[in-house]
């Protein structure tokens, strides 16, 4: 072999090492994004905005169950969302499975303890299932977190009601005509208790 066949085989070797070397070097990091299967699959997976409205728009449509199907689903997917339990626990109580949509608002409360359209919601849910007197509790919870919401006061003021309690239940319409002067059936309930 002539010396300068030793240096082109030298020089083929060290590039062949270097090659070597970069190869090794490339990690999972370096591959490209679609490589990635989990971010594929949460790439292409609708956002829960997106199975929402498709579960609402199965209930416009009249189709209940699907829409409670479509509901269960999306908190098997983002069970960290109260707004779809929010959702399910109204079609529940519209199906008559009311110990399941007390449960929904419950887990839902648990996520977001200071939604007061959550503990309104169920306050009303507690009052069609004769617990008044949790869902005085729910509707003082649903007050403390926003006084200035005038279905909260109007539907304590007809709990109040039917709990024989017509002082409270006239000040509490009252204060939701204070809230929503123009809140026809707060005039209604007024007319009646006088």
Known sequence: MTPFQIILMLAAGFFAYQVYVYIQGIDEDAQPAFMNEPEVIEEMQ??????????????RDGDIEEA????????????????????????????????????????????????????????????????YEVAEEHYQKAIQIDDNYELTWFNY????????????????????LEIAPDFEEAHEALKKLA
């Open 157 to 176: 003021a007809n709990l109040m009601l039917q709990l024989g309690k017509g002082e409270d239940a006239k000040k509490m319409y009252e204060k939701a």
């Open 46 to 59: 609708p956002s829960s905005d997106e199975l929402i409205e498709e579960a609402d728009q199965s209930y």
């Open 68 to 131: 409670k199907s479509r509901l269960q689903n999306i908190i098997s997917l983002y069970p960290q969302l109260a707004e779809p339990r929010n959702k399910l626990a109204f079609v529940l109580s519209k199906l008559g499975e009311n110990e399941e949509a007390k449960k929904q608002y419950r887990a839902s409360l648990n996520i977001d303890a200071n939604d007061d359209m959550t503990h309104n919601a169920l306050a009303a849910l507690l009052v069609s299932m004769n617990e």
